[in-house]
């Protein structure tokens, strides 16, 4: 049977290179399954678990955002950061989501700062989540 080659790769540093039967990505409208002969696409993503599949066993990722390429059997995720859901750190997760969450409330929408503060409150609370894959 083919495989998928899934790539996970941050500007620091290439995450993971791997085959697999199947990749579940938090696509930016929602998730999205990939198996070998997928159509090609692009897509954006949103933060939140990156789930593999390779003989029935199933493993997690946390990515925080960025792009995902599908082509030719091939998934080239490029994240703003991941990591794999076993090193997520969830009580700093919850601190720096409710860091954020305070800022918020002295900030009018208007503020540049206000932006930011929400991108961090739904990205910790997707890092909380994955966390919950690790099954």
Do not use: W
Request: avoid cysteine; proline fraction near 4%.
């Amino acid at each position: 049977m083919a495989k998928l080659t899934v790539e996970i790769v941050t500007p620091e540093k290439r995450i993971l290179s791997v085959q697999a039967d199947e990749a579940v990505v938090p696509g930016g409208k929602g998730l999205f399954g990939v198996r070998p002969g997928h159509t090609p696409f692009l897509s954006l993503m949103e933060p939140g678990a990156l789930t593999l599949v390779e003989g029935g066993k199933r493993d997690a990722y946390f990515v925080a955002g960025g792009f995902v390429e599908v082509a030719n059997d091939k998934v080239l995720v490029l994240a703003d950061a991941a990591e794999h859901v076993s090193g997520i750190d969830v009580d700093g997760a919850r601190k720096r989501m409710t860091e954020a969450q305070e800022r918020l409330k002295g900030l009018s929408s208007e503020d540049a700062r206000y932006e930011l503060e929400q991108a961090t409150v739904r990205r910790e609370a997707a890092r909380i989540g994955a966390a919950g894959a690790r099954g």
